[in-house]
């Protein structure tokens, strides 16, 4: 399955060099509003030492990490909603990704023109919420107006839409996001067909300057403080940082790198899986001669769904997994050992697939 960020923000937070760090797509990273005019989409790897691990004993012909999108939408402005700055292009590239990474500005410097004219972290994050639920609004009242009549038949599921989609039309007037909104997750179906922006999951991204990267500054706190009540992730990233990361070449230089930063793994990292947990994803393996490889899947799935990512024929066809837990494979060092040693389990259509199983499907079509 492919996971999709789309990484919005103002003009002149730290976009395109952040996007430009993420990926080998290089956007233009420029000091004025507006120098990303179509979004770019990078095809990032997924980081997961296991899939070293496990590529390490089966000595495989190819390694295939997980991947995912990343797009950069070009910076919205006051007024995206009603058109300004090409503000409904925009809006229509963020509402084909999953999941959102706002990036913030916190950081000063006088070379970097802010577009409001200071850095004001928490007033930034409010004028890309004040677009969205403008947006979010129009489109409930379109359906409003589509589903009014028709449920003044009697028909108890569109009464029940229109009662439901009334109350995201409330919520969205009183400058609150859909995804806080007092719904059921089984009424939220209602309302899927518009695919309301600020109902997407969403990741904030600070960044800060090099001498912030470690611990934050006020402007971090400050947007902490603000996002307390979203149940949100806040990351503390510096975009110059990953930049100058992203240039070295051999990974022992980043390594050295980060640790002469006083950082551990690159933000980038930690960005990706932030937005793994933001939405409720998890990683399983196949490993074989042929190929070690990491898949990516909702948890919670169950093994025929995880197995049709792979392919739906595996899905359809399928028989039962052979599943070997990770720590189990890296204990024993392979999977004949795993088996001999009774780690080897068969499990049928009702197994959960767990984050780092390592499988097999079994199938017939």
């Not at 492919?2 to 956007?27: D, E, H, M, R, Y």
């Not at 403008?134 to 839409?161: H, Q, T, V």
């Not at 902490?224 to 940082?241: C, G």
């Amino acid at each position: 399955m492919g996971l999709q960020c789309g990484i919005v923000g103002l003009p002149n937070v730290g976009k395109s060099t952040l996007f430009n760090a993420l990926s080998n797509a290089k956007a233009q990273a420029a000091n004025f509003p507006f120098c990303t005019i179509e979004p770019n989409v990078g095809v990032i790897s997924v980081p997961d030492d296991r899939l070293n691990q496990l590529a390490k004993l089966v000595n495989p012909k190819k390694v295939t990490p997980a991947t995912v999108e990343i797009v950069d939408i070009a910076g919205l402005v006051k007024g995206a909603s009603k058109g300004e700055g090409l503000g409904n292009q925009f809006l229509g590239n963020i509402r084909n990704v999953d999941a959102i990474i706002h990036v913030i500005r916190c950081f000063d410097d006088d070379n970097v023109i802010h577009v409001d004219g200071s850095v004001n972290p928490v007033r930034d994050k409010e004028i890309i919420d004040a677009e969205l639920q403008l947006k979010d609004l129009e489109s409930i009242e379109k359906k409003i107006a589509r589903i009014e009549r028709a449920a003044k038949s009697g028909d108890k599921e569109l009464k029940r839409a229109l009662e439901v989609t009334e109350i995201y039309k409330q919520h969205l007037m009183s400058g609150k996001s859909a995804r806080s909104a007092p719904v059921s997750k089984e009424d939220r179906q209602y309302v899927a067909d518009v695919f309301l922006l600020t109902e997407k999951p969403v990741l904030y991204a600070c960044n800060v300057d090099e001498q912030s990267a470690v611990t934050g500054n006020k402007y971090v706190e400050q947007l902490r403080e603000s996002v307390k009540d979203e149940n949100a992730e806040v990351l503390i990233i510096s975009a110059a940082i990953e930049a100058e990361i992203a240039q070295l070449d051999s990974y022992e230089d980043r390594l050295s790198f980060l640790k002469d930063m006083g950082l551990d793994e690159p933000g980038v990292n930690k960005l990706i899986h932030a937005s793994y947990h933001l939405l409720n994803l998890i990683t399983y393996f196949t490993a074989g001669e042929q190929e070690v490889r990491a898949w990516t899947i909702h948890r919670g799935m169950l093994a025929p769904q995880a197995a049709g990512v792979i392919h739906s024929d595996f899905e359809k066809g399928f028989i039962r997994a052979e599943v070997i837990a990770y720590d189990d494979y890296v204990q024993y060092q392979s999977e004949a050992a795993c088996r001999s040693a009774g780690k080897l389990r068969l499990e049928g259509k009702e197994y959960e697939v767990k984050d780092g199983d390592v499988m097999h499907f079994l199938f017939n079509v």
